[in-house]
């Protein structure tokens, strides 16, 4: 029997400047104004539906960033409460979990008028109880989880970020208390596509020829497995601010970390920034177009697993 091809095309929505490595309301005003119309466009160009990722922080401040996704038939999902350190889903308590999960819930709710049932975490940081919390608070669909992801310094809580390695490739329902293993709890998992290299627009530009390479080796796990191809892009990825000067902010307070994470981290996460990133982006999605794939929504790809008895 064939296997389905489809693709996850998500999208995180945020204030993250990735030209000042910082948070930024104006960042977020430029992600709504000129990042997102880019990437509805191509997702119109090609009939794709898209989940779409949003911290409260940034649809509290431009709710219209969330309502303008809705007449095309996009998923609306939550990405927690902000994008600050101290919220990452890693290293806050369980009761603090869920009540962001709660409020970020809410707010995506109050505005879109949509249930809001699927969750991607701040830079997908999670702790393995971060199941349950995300179970208690009515979500169904995570997609934190990088099988095979290794970060090593590139990102915070790179050694959390070790349990990628060992977690499965097709899509699962978790264990109660384990995020990162195979169980039969209401909770159903999307791992994010990587083969070490995350499948992720950063990724995507700063070597687009390596994830062409990954596109393909990706693909040829989907014909043998039916593994969806999850890919994650960032509508602050399509955006230009570099009529400011620019400084790096230090984020690491050992030297090396420093200069690993930090320095080298802001000059290449700059390569193809803004405009150039879009034809970019195209070429991966003619692909999947070019292979027959389908690109639902997480939500009604996930309601077609349960239906057809795969999860
Ligand atoms: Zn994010």
Do not use: C
């Not at 030209?19 to 119309?37: A, H, I, S, Y």
């Not at 949509?114 to 995570?142: H, M, N, W, Y």
């Not at 796990?221 to 960032?234: C, Q, R, W």
């Amino acid at each position: 029997m064939d296997k389905d091809k489809t693709v996850l095309l998500s999208n995180d929505v945020e204030t993250t400047s990735i030209w000042f490595n910082d948070l930024r309301d104006d960042t977020g005003e430029k992600v709504w104004k000129e990042g997102m119309p880019l990437l509805l466009d191509l997702y119109r160009k090609y009939d794709i539906k898209s989940t779409f990722f949003y911290t409260a922080y940034i649809a509290k401040l431009y709710p219209e960033v969330v309502r303008m996704v809705i007449a095309d038939g996009h998923e609306i999902g939550s990405h927690g409460k902000s994008h600050i350190k101290e919220n990452g889903f890693d290293v806050m308590p369980f009761e603090k979990q869920k009540r962001h999960l709660d409020y970020s819930k809410k707010v995506l709710e109050d505005i879109s008028g949509q249930e809001v049932i699927s969750f991607r975490s701040p830079a997908i940081r999670v702790s393995p109880i971060t199941a349950r919390a995300l179970i208690e608070t009515g979500f169904r669909i995570d997609s934190s989880v990088a099988s095979q992801r290794f970060d090593f310094f590139m990102s915070f809580g790179g050694m959390q970020k070790l349990s990628f390695l060992k977690t499965p490739r097709l899509p699962y329902r978790t264990k109660k208390n384990d995020i990162f293993s195979k169980g039969n709890s209401e909770l159903v998992e999307l791992p994010m596509s990587a083969t070490l290299l995350p499948f992720i627009g950063s990724t995507m530009r700063i070597m687009p020829e390596i994830t062409k390479i990954q596109q393909r080796v990706l693909h040829y796990e989907t014909l043998i497995s039916g593994k969806p191809a999850v890919f994650v892009i960032h509508p602050n990825e399509l955006i230009d601010e570099t009529n400011a000067p620019r400084t790096i902010k230090r984020r690491s307070s050992n030297q090396l970390a420093y200069l690993l994470s930090d320095v080298i981290r802001a000059k290449l996460k700059a390569r193809n920034l803004g405009a150039p990133a879009v034809p970019i982006y195209e070429e991966i999605i003619k692909f999947y177009v070019k292979h027959g794939y389908s690109a639902p929504t997480m939500r009604s790809y996930v309601d077609k697993l349960i239906l057809d008895g795969r999860v």
